[in-house]
Structure formats: C-alpha cells, structure tokens
C-alpha cells in the first residue's frame, strides 16, 4: 500500500448530506474483478449525462477542482454498501484524503486499507474547511497525518483524531495481513481453545 | 463480574488477540462470498501465494449478477462483465476448495438467504461477508457485518479481521404491532427515528415484546436493515423461536453438539444492568405501515402522510431534500397515497424469504394486478422458490399476473437484467432507495411486502390496511 505522510493539494467542496457509496460508484462499475481503472467513473451519475458528456456544474468538472486531492464532504460520507470500489474509485482518482463530521463505518474502514485518510471533524471546522475549499485551486490545504494536523489555505491550524494503529500503519504503508499473519501462534491457540470449547463451529 | 450485553458477550468469546491500544483480531466463524467483491481478494492470495485459512468455514454463492429468468444456466442470458465475475468465483471456490452453490443448484440464492437457511449461520457466531446486508445473521445472535474486499482477502488468508470494539445500543421495540404492521415496518420506522447516521460507531441490540414476537425471517429483515440505519451489525438474543429455525438444518449441530451448542447458546442475552451507550425505544402500538418518500433510507413517513417539504428539514438535509424530492419527481404536500407506480419489486435479502412471499399472497389472492404494471417475484434462493410453490403460492402470483422468477439480488440492485429505466417508479421491498439504485434514474419507494403487493393491486402507493 502506498504510504500516506504529508499532503498539500487541492480540495473540492461536495457539501450534500448523505453521499452514498451508489453516488461514489454507480454499480455497472462493480462488475470489474480488478482494483484499478474506476477513477474515470467515481460519481459517474453525478459527473456524466447520459450519453457520456461532463456535467458543467458538478464539482469535480470545474476546472479548478479537476486535480483535486482532498475532498470535504456533507455529513454520513460513504453510506451504504460494502463496495470497496467506492475507495479504489476515489483513489485512482487521485484523492487521497476526505473530510467530513461523520462517515459510514465500512467505508471509513476501507479507506484506510486504501492509502486514504478520512478525517472527521466538527461540523464548524468542517464548514471552515468547506469555505477554504469553495476558493478553488488556488486555496491548497495541507494535510500532515504525523502532526495530525491540517493547515488551511489562511494558514490556520485544525488537529483531528486518528487511530494509533491505523496512523502507523498509513504512514508505514502497511499490509494488513502481513501483520496479522505475525500472530499466527495466537490465531492457532485461540483454534485450539475453540475445538474444545465450541466443537460444533 | 460486571453485567454485559449480548454484543460484549459474543466480541469477549471471539478474540483471538489484543493489543494494548485496545486493536483485535477477532476470529470469524464463518466468512460468506459472493461474486461481485471477492475476485480481487482471490487474486491477492494467488499473487502472495496464500491459500484460504479455512475453506470449511467459507461458503460461496453467485447472487448479484445471475439473471432470475428461465434458461439462465445459458452463459449468453448475462452480460459479458457479469458472465467474467460469476466465472471468477467459479474458478476461485473450485481452485481454493470452499463451500460453493453455483447457478445449477437448487441452494442457490441470496447470500444472506442461503447462510441461513442452510444451516451455517448459528447463534453466538462471529459471521462476515464482503456485503454490508450482512447485518441480517444478526437475527440469529450472531455478530454479523459486512466488511470491504481488503478485509475478504485478510479474513480469507487468516480467518480473523482486525477490529476496534463498537459502542453498545438499544432499540426496544416494546408492545405488539398492530394488523398491517410488519418487521419491515419497525426497521424503517426505526431508521426514519434515528436517521442513516444515527447507529454509526454502534452495534445495535433489537429487542422488546415486539421483536420477541417476529418469527426469524421477520428478525431477519428487522437486522438486514441495521446497516441502513448505520450500524454495522444488528443483533437479537436466541430464543426458542431461533432454536426451533435452526434445529435439523444441514449444517446445524446434532446429537451430543446440538446439546452442547444449546447449553451455550442460552447464555447468550444482555444481563441486568449491563450498559448501552445509546438507548432508543419505540411503541409497537404507534408504528404504521410506512413507505420512503426520498432517496435515503431515513426518508420514512407512515402511509397516510404527505410528501414533505425542503423547509421541512434543517441544515445539510434541506438541499438533499430539495434533490431527493427532484430526483424522485413529487411535490410537497401531495398525499403518499396519491402516488402512482410503474413496478412493483417484491424480493431481496430484505424481503426474499417465504413468509414474505405469504404475506404477498394473502393480499393478492384471487385479486389481478393493476393492468399495464410490471410486477416480479424474485425468491431469495431456490428453495424458498420450491416452497412457495409447493404451498401453491406461485399460482397465486402467476394468476394476479406476477412474473415469477429464479433466485437472486434482481432488482435490489440491479447488477443483472432487471432494472428501472429513467424515471420508472417502484414500489420495492429491498433496502435502498438511493438515486440509480435500481437502475439509471429509476425511483424506488421501500415497503413492506404486503405493502407491495397492495400497490400492485391498485397502481398506487395503498394503505395495506384498506385491502384487508
């Protein structure tokens, strides 16, 4: 997994409420047995007409958001289904980081396995963060997992919470199951414990 | 030693390991799969070189893609993107050695119909799936949820997935439900109380007289639905009712087992006293036959509402209620009951299992539907499937002029052939409402089955309770 240390990029505004992992990624794209490629269709519905034409309007259309690294969202991020590919389209896209007050716990899990970092805030910071981003290419935000800190286009300073464990290993770029795969012994005795216990499993 | 709830007593009887920071590995009992987001994981094992840690404890089934028409075994009946996914899962079950239904078999079906019914889901289980309807074995007091392809692929390699303990919540359900009133009617209600955000960090612990009194298909689509509400996982307590489902399935212990699961499996409930961090209780009496009118779940008002205005609503969910109410194309203030449909969608891990298909028929029995709607049945396996037929409920579709299809997701998502056009209206008794969900522009409103049925009836959103 690549590692995630420090950002500075451009963030995109999406304040609606509610952005589904059907919005992300629409399911005609789930029929992809591979990870790469979806970034074309992240929000597909939203981003394209029918016949395949961008959306003027729509955020990540404008030019200034085009390159966009950072997304500050509405409230509920990423509910919905399991699908990883929501994550592996945002990423592929090139966004690296979303912010919001709250976040669907499936995807907030899956960002991470992804390089992504989801921050969550309260909502007057989130709106801070919104206003900066409604400036447009011009106004880039930091973000520095190590210093758990964002520094905004005005120079001002937000800190958020993340999980140790989950800090460690973005920053370190860490497989998951490598690590895990470390405490085989415990995985094994805990089996052991099991066949006796609960037999029937 | 301190009280605990059911969620701590199942976490406490599953961890395979902790690290001070309070990070565990939690083992799973048994890990379901389907096609659409286990390919990659299978590929991430065949590149590292791994195998599957427990392929016994690992159940695959084709559910998403597969077409529910006649003929379907016929390759060409699937696009060529589904036909790749479904062949993948195939390939990976044979190449790794899991449990597999494929297309052929009769077993086959949703998986959250399939796990059940066969037998695999069992109270006090840890039970996961790349799938966040998942939530639907909590029915069974196992601890359920749904988890992302990284997680497939590390829960395939090692058998545990790494975790943080959730908060503890309860939704009491208390009296009796009134006649029209069913287990989907309390999930949503619940929902349209708590909004889509109001479990998130949470595991929820259904209980209360009305809960007791579902039967487990109905605890089953009360817990499906968990997930909507943000929870990942819903769980409620064995009882006599889930012992009395479980015993003599396939894969349910027996003899000497069956005791000793038994003796286990009755200590599985919340002790007195022990704590919940969120409590939210609802009458059973005050609960009504609901209906969504937006495009979130927690868009839920009873039957005999009207559609709500923007200015209804507060902060963020103003402008999503301005879109959603666009999207979906109605007007504040029109009565729900005004509102006409195109198609009626009665399946799903939500509603796809037999007593859903018998509350249709009690509705729609010698009755036709409303000329020119489209009107499917999509049972959610093929057994419930041979069931409804031999208790001579796919007559009674056939004749009200349902089509009656083979087993799969269908329309919940509309991954495979059936699907909304633009604009296309749908009474549904899936889970989801969201903008494309059941096809490009496609409107869904989320009911009841019986509630579905009543719509196909008359062509409208209908107050069940009319019609009975």
Not at chain 1, 113 to 141: C, W
Not at chain 2, 231 to 245: M, S, W
């Amino acid at each position: 997994m690549e590692k995630f240390e420090k950002l500075h990029g451009i963030a995109a505004p999406m304040p609606l409420v509610n952005i589904d992992t059907d919005m992300i990624i629409p399911k005609v794209f789930l029929k992809t047995i591979k990870r790469s490629g979806l970034g074309v269709n992240l929000f597909d519905e939203m981003r394209y007409d029918r016949s395949g034409n961008e959306i003027e309007d729509f955020v990540l259309n404008k030019p200034q958001y085009r390159k966009a690294e950072i997304l500050v969202a509405g409230d509920n991020f990423g509910c919905g289904s399991s699908r990883e590919h929501a994550p592996w389209a945002i990423a592929d896209f090139g966004i690296k980081c979303v912010i919001s007050t709250s976040f669907a716990d499936i995807f907030f899990n899956n960002c991470f396995k992804n390089g992504i970092l989801p921050i969550v805030l309260p909502q007057e910071q989130v709106d801070l963060l919104m206003k900066d981003a409604e400036k447009g290419e011009n106004a880039r935000m930091t973000v520095d997992l190590e210093a758990q800190e964002i520094t905004t286009s005005d120079g001002e300073v937000i800190t958020f919470d993340v999980d140790a464990f989950k800090k460690h290993c973005l920053l370190n770029g860490l497989d998951d199951i490598g690590l895990t795969m470390e405490k085989a012994n415990a995985i094994e005795s805990f089996e052991a414990k099991m066949s006796q216990e609960r037999p029937w499993v | 030693m301190s009280p605990k709830t059911l969620y701590d007593k199942i976490w406490d009887a599953h961890v395979a390991h902790e690290a001070e920071d309070g990070t565990c590995l939690l083992y799973i009992d048994r890990h379901l799969v389907h096609e659409v987001t286990s390919p990659q994981a299978f590929e991430g094992l065949r590149m590292a070189g791994r195998k599957v840690h427990s392929p016994d404890k690992t159940i695959a089934v084709p559910d998403h893609n597969v077409p529910t028409t006649a003929g379907r075994e016929d390759p060409a009946q699937m696009t060529e993107e589904s036909r790749i996914q479904v062949e993948a899962l195939d390939k990976n079950a044979k190449e790794f050695g899991v449990h597999y239904y494929p297309v052929s078999d009769i077993r086959q079906g949703i998986v959250h119909i399939v796990g059940p019914e066969q037998g695999w889901t069992l109270p006090g289980m840890t039970v996961v799936c790349g799938d966040s309807h998942t939530a639907t074995h909590g029915a069974f007091g196992a601890l359920a949820h749904g988890i992302g392809t990284s997680e497939v692929e590390h829960v395939l390699a090692t058998q545990t997935l790494i975790q943080k303990k959730s908060k503890n919540m309860k939704v009491e359900i208390t009296g009796k439900l009134k006649p029209g009133v069913t287990a989907k009617d309390i999930t949503l209600a619940v929902i349209g109380e708590t909004g889509t955000a109001g479990g998130t960090g949470y595991v929820i612990e259904y209980c209360g007289e009305a809960i007791r009194d579902l039967s487990m298909e109905g605890r089953m689509t009360v817990c499906n639905m968990a997930i909507e509400g943000g929870a990942r996982a819903g769980l409620i307590a064995p009882d006599e009712t889930t012992f009395e489902y479980v015993k003599g399935r396939p894969h349910a212990p027996k003899g000497a087992q069956w005791e000793a699961a038994l003796n286990w499996w009755k200590t599985l409930y919340t002790d007195e006293g022990a704590h919940f961090d969120k409590v939210v209780t609802l009458k059973g009496e005050d609960i009504q036959p609901v209906v969504t009118w937006g495009t979130s779940p927690e868009d839920v008002l009873p039957i005999t509402a009207t559609v709500p205005s923007p200015e209804d609503f507060e902060g963020g969910k103003v402008e999503a209620a301005r879109r959603a109410l666009d999207y979906m194309g109605l007007t504040p203030g029109q009565k729900l009951t005004d509102i006409e449909i195109d198609t009626v969608f009665i399946g799903s891990c939500t509603n796809g299992r037999i007593e859903d298909l018998r509350a249709v028929a009690e509705v729609v029995k010698g009755k036709k539907i409303k000329d020119g709607l489209r009107a499917m049945i999509v049972p959610g396996s093929g057994l419930v499937r041979a069931q409804a037929e031999e208790e001579g409920l796919a007559d009674i579709f056939k004749e009200a002029g349902f089509e009656w299809r083979l087993a799969g997701c269908s329309m919940c998502l509309a991954m495979n052939p059936d699907q909304l056009s633009e604009g296309e209206r749908c009474a549904a008794t899936s889970n989801r409402n969201f903008e494309g969900r059941q096809g490009y522009k496609g409107r869904t409103h989320l009911v009841s089955p019986a509630m579905a049925a009543a719509a196909a009836i008359t062509g409208h959103l209908t107050d069940v309770r009319e019609l009975m």
